[in-house]
Nanobody
C-alpha cells in the first residue's frame, strides 16, 4: 500500500501561482509515475501533469507553458506549480501514483482561484 498526502492549495488570486506538494509513503517502488489530476465543479476529472522517477514530464494542454512538475525521489515527494492561474484552475487537485499494476490516489486538496 502507498499513502499519499497533498499539501498547499487554498485561495489563490487570479494571475498568481499555486503550489502543491504530495508526499508518498509505504511501499513505494523504485520506478513509478507521479501525477496530478484535478476535478472542477460540473466537469470531469482532468489529468494535469505527470513525472516519472527518471524525470520525464508531461503536461496537459490546459496548463502547458505555465506549469512545472518536479519530484524528489529520495523523499518520494512531488511538487506542482501553476502560474498565471485563472478561475478555471479552481478544482480539487489529486495526487496520483502508478507503479506496476497498482494505482493510488490522495484524498484531494481544494484550490480556489478568486479575488
Amino acid at each position: 500500500q502507498v499513502q499519499l498526502v497533498e499539501s498547499g492549495g487554498g485561495l489563490v488570486q487570479p494571475g498568481g501561482s499555486l503550489r502543491l506538494s504530495c508526499a508518498a509513503s509505504g511501499r513505494v517502488f523504485s520506478y513509478n509515475v507521479m501525477s496530478w489530476y484535478r476535478h472542477a465543479p460540473g466537469k470531469q476529472r482532468e489529468w494535469v501533469a505527470s513525472i516519472s522517477t527518471t524525470g520525464t514530464t508531461n503536461y496537459a494542454d490546459s496548463v502547458k507553458g505555465r506549469c512545472s512538475i518536479s519530484r524528489d525521489n529520495a523523499k518520494n515527494s512531488m511538487t506542482l506549480q501553476v502560474n498565471s492561474v485563472q478561475p478555471d484552475d479552481t478544482a480539487v487537485y489529486y495526487c496520483h501514483v502508478k507503479q506496476g499494476s497498482f494505482v493510488y490516489w490522495g484524498q484531494g486538496i481544494q484550490v480556489t482561484v478568486s479575488s
